[in-house]
C-alpha cells in the first residue's frame, strides 16, 4: 500500500483545482476574481484529502464527487450570468485533463496518478511546486495567444489621477472593448462618470443630465478652465451607431500593476454593469 501524505496531497490539489477554475473562465470569456478562485480551489483541495480520513470513504460516492465540483464552480462564478456556460466549460476541462493523465500513465509514467479521482503524485513536494509553476506558465503564455479569440477578462484595481486629486475604482480589463485614443493608439479607459467626480474640483463634477449632454459640458468646462484637458470622443456600441462622450487627459493612472501614464479617460453616461463589481472599462 503506497503511503499517501495529506499536505502534499492538498497542495497538489489545490493547484491543479486552481489552474482548472482559471482554465474554465478564461475559455468561457468570465470575469476572473482570483480571491474566489482560490476558495473554489480550497475547497476541491480539502475534498481530495478527506477522502483517505478513516471513515470517510462515502465521499466517493458520485454524488458527493459532483457536489464538490460544482461547489467549486459556485464559490468561484456564482452569481455571474454565465454560470452554466463556465460549469461545463470546467467540467470539460476537467475531463480532458483526467484523460491526459491516463494516456500518461499508460505511457508508464508514475509521477501523477488519479485514484478513485482524486489527483495524487509520487513526487517530491519540491517537484510538485516546480512542476506546477511550470504549468502555470504554460498555461499563461497558451491564453495570451488565444487572448484575441477568447476574450478573457479580469477585475483590477486602478488609481487615477488629475491635478493632484485622485480617485480609486475596480476596472473590468476586457480585449472585447476596442475604444482607443485617436492621439495616441493607447486604449482608452471608460469610468461612470458619476464615480470620478472626486477627480474634479468642488462644484465642477459634472452630474447625470451633463454627462449625457457631452458637447454642452465640454462648453461649461472650457470657461472654468479646462481648456485643452477635455475632448469629445466618438464611440459606436450596441445599439448606438455615432455617439459621444467627454474624455479627460489624466496626468497618471495605475491600472493593477502597471503605469500607463497619461491616460485618456472617458466618462460614460450610464452604469457600465448590472452588479459586477466594476464602474470602468479599459482594453489591452
Not at 467626480?197 to 459640458?217: D, H, T
Not at 470622443?233 to 462622450?245: D, H, I, K, R
Request: a positive charge.
Amino acid at each position: 500500500m503506497r503511503t499517501v501524505y495529506l499536505d502534499e496531497l492538498f497542495l497538489l490539489n489545490f493547484v491543479v483545482d486552481y489552474l482548472l477554475l482559471l482554465s474554465a473562465g478564461r475559455l468561457a470569456g468570465e470575469v476572473l476574481r482570483r480571491g474566489r478562485l482560490a476558495l473554489g480551489a480550497l475547497l476541491g483541495a480539502a475534498y481530495a484529502a478527506a477522502v483517505f480520513l478513516p471513515g470517510w470513504s462515502f465521499l466517493l460516492h458520485p454524488l458527493c464527487k459532483l457536489g464538490a465540483a460544482v461547489g467549486m464552480v459556485l464559490i468561484g462564478y456564482g452569481g455571474s450570468r454565465r454560470l452554466l456556460r463556465v460549469s461545463l466549460v470546467f467540467f470539460a476541462v476537467s475531463a480532458a485533463f483526467g484523460g491526459g493523465i491516463f494516456a500518461l500513465n499508460t505511457l508508464g509514467s508514475r509521477g501523477l496518478a488519479l485514484e478513485n479521482g482524486v489527483l495524487s503524485s509520487a513526487m517530491d513536494l519540491r517537484l510538485i511546486l516546480l512542476s506546477a509553476a511550470g504549468c502555470y506558465v504554460l498555461i499563461t503564455l497558451v491564453f495570451q495567444r488565444a487572448a484575441r479569440h477568447s476574450g478573457p477578462r479580469e477585475l483590477v484595481p486602478a488609481v487615477l489621477q488629475l491635478d493632484g486629486r485622485r480617485v480609486a475604482l475596480t476596472a473590468l480589463v476586457d480585449t472585447g472593448n476596442t475604444l482607443t485614443d485617436p492621439a495616441t493608439g493607447r486604449p482608452v479607459m471608460v469610468a461612470e462618470g458619476e464615480k470620478v467626480g472626486s477627480l474634479f474640483p468642488v462644484g465642477q463634477a459634472p452630474g447625470p443630465e451633463e454627462l449625457r449632454n457631452p458637447a454642452a459640458l465640454l462648453e461649461r468646462l472650457d470657461r472654468q478652465g479646462w481648456r485643452g484637458r477635455c475632448r469629445l470622443l466618438p464611440y459606436q456600441a450596441v445599439g448606438v451607431e455615432c455617439g459621444m462622450l467627454l474624455a479627460l487627459r489624466l496626468d497618471g493612472a495605475r491600472i493593477g500593476t502597471e503605469d500607463w501614464g497619461r491616460l485618456l479617460l472617458a466618462l460614460s453616461p450610464t452604469p457600465l454593469t448590472d452588479g459586477g463589481g466594476y464602474c470602468a472599462l479599459i482594453g489591452t
